[in-house]
């Protein structure tokens, strides 16, 4: 298997001896992928694919809510919560599409 991945150019990574997790890691990320956007889309060519997974990266790193970092991105923290009832009312939330809508970020418009 090693010689037809290196043939087409791929190189092969191997996991830590003593790292058991570093499979489960990856997994988890590959299972999120597939599932919020290479299940929802058509993919024309590798160009396409390697543009569609550069945006999907961003978006897991930098908007999408992580339940093991408390809601957080891994680059980004979370914002203070707003307890003024008054700007609970009045919040305006603005909602950016990604990748023609398969992706979806929320923020608060300023």
């Known amino acids: 298997m090693d010689e037809i991945l290196a043939e087409t ?11 058991p997790r570093m499979n489960s890691i990856m ?5 999120s992928c597939r599932h919020e956007l290479l299940d929802r ?18 978006f897991y790193n930098q908007h999408r809510a992580h339940q093991a970092l408390n809601q957080a991105a891994p680059l980004r923290s979370v914002p203070d ?3 003024d009832p008054e700007r609970i009312i009045d919040l305006n939330i603005r ?11 929320y923020s608060h418009a300023a």
């Open 9 to 19: 150019g791929i190189r092969t990574v191997l996991t830590g001896i003593r790292i």
């Open 27 to 31: 997994e988890r990320w590959v299972q």
């Open 41 to 58: 889309c058509l993919l024309w060519n590798e160009h396409h694919l390697r543009h569609a997974l550069c945006e999907y990266e961003h």
């Open 81 to 83: 919560p707003i307890t």
């Open 95 to 105: 909602r950016r599409d990604r990748l023609g809508g398969v992706l979806h970020e």
